[in-house]
């Protein structure tokens, strides 16, 4: 009889993970973040992120204005003249911009709303970044939920960069500047990071479905554990840091690891 209630009770866990997992409570699912405040998430310097100059960086992120009051940084880790920067900035153009580097040339996306497909404020975007620091060039990607990952049409800035490289002193800020402070206006439901440039193919792959493929280092759905750590997924151990966000329901994909 004993033995039969240990198996009913657990069986009762396992249905209530299941449920859980598939049909995860909105209220658990993103942080938002208040423009120009000290909201951020930050993931401690460690070598499995540290001078990340080859990689893919992937958002579900939700912009409340493509035109804030000030440059925003979305991703910062930064120290010195060694910088790995993806920001909106204050143009009325909306214009997005990925930087890294610190030697001779950056290694530098920009690209504004006009060549931008699918992007916009006040909707949620499948935000990709993928860069080859030295070697080739750096590429965004942006999708909507009704429209896959496209590339920039144009860019007005895309260089391949060169020189040397070192950000191991930082550590890396999601939602906000190198400090944690100055928060860009908005929520974000997910944030992932591969050491490996991949390709359009596997971008679309990870649209709808975000898996911790080969080559993670960071698997991050935001606010899903609440307003405490935020939890990788990934088992390199990068959980975040939260200081200031608040809860806000996630992006309505369905179940929030995968298939």
């Known amino acids: ?24 409570l909105t209220s658990y699912g993103a942080l938002s973040f208040t423009e120009a405040t000290a909201n951020s998430v930050k993931i401690t310097a460690n070598s499995t992120i540290n001078n990340f100059g080859t990689g893919t960086v992937a958002f579900w992120i ?10 925003r940084n ?12 993806f920001l909106i900035t204050n143009a009325s153009s909306g214009t997005l911009s990925l930087e890294y580097g610190g030697g001779t040339q950056l290694n ?24 080859d620091f030295g070697n080739s060039l750096p590429h965004l990607y942006v999708g909507d939920r009704n ?27 999601v939602g906000a500047n190198f400090d944690g402070s100055s928060a860009f206006p908005g929520k974000i439901a997910f944030f992932g990071m591969w050491n490996k440039v991949m390709t359009l193919g596997e971008i679309r792959g990870q ?14 759905q935001m606010g899903f554990s609440g307003l405490t750590t935020q939890v990788d997924w990934s088992g390199k151990r990068n959980s975040g840091t939260i200081t200031g966000a608040s809860l806000w329901p996630h992006v309505p994909l369905g179940n929030l690891f995968g298939r």
């Open 62 to 71: 939700y912009f409340t204005t493509i035109t804030p009051a000030a440059q």
């Open 207 to 220: 649209w709808f479905r975000s898996l911790a493929t080969l080559g993670n280092v960071v698997f991050m």
């Open 108 to 131: 530098t996306a920009r690209a504004v709303l006009a060549n931008l497909p699918n992007y916009g404020a006040n909707k949620w975007l499948f935000i990709v970044l993928t860069k």
């Open 1 to 24: 009889m004993r033995s039969s209630n240990i198996q009913r009770i657990n069986m009762k866990k396992i249905i209530a993970i299941f449920l859980l997992l598939t049909f995860p």
């Open 74 to 85: 979305i991703l910062t880790k930064s120290t010195g003249g060694n910088r790995f920067v």
């Open 147 to 173: 429209n896959p990952p496209q590339e920039a049409l144009a860019y007005a800035a895309q260089q391949t960069g060169s020189g040397t490289h070192d950000d191991s002193a930082s550590d890396l800020y």
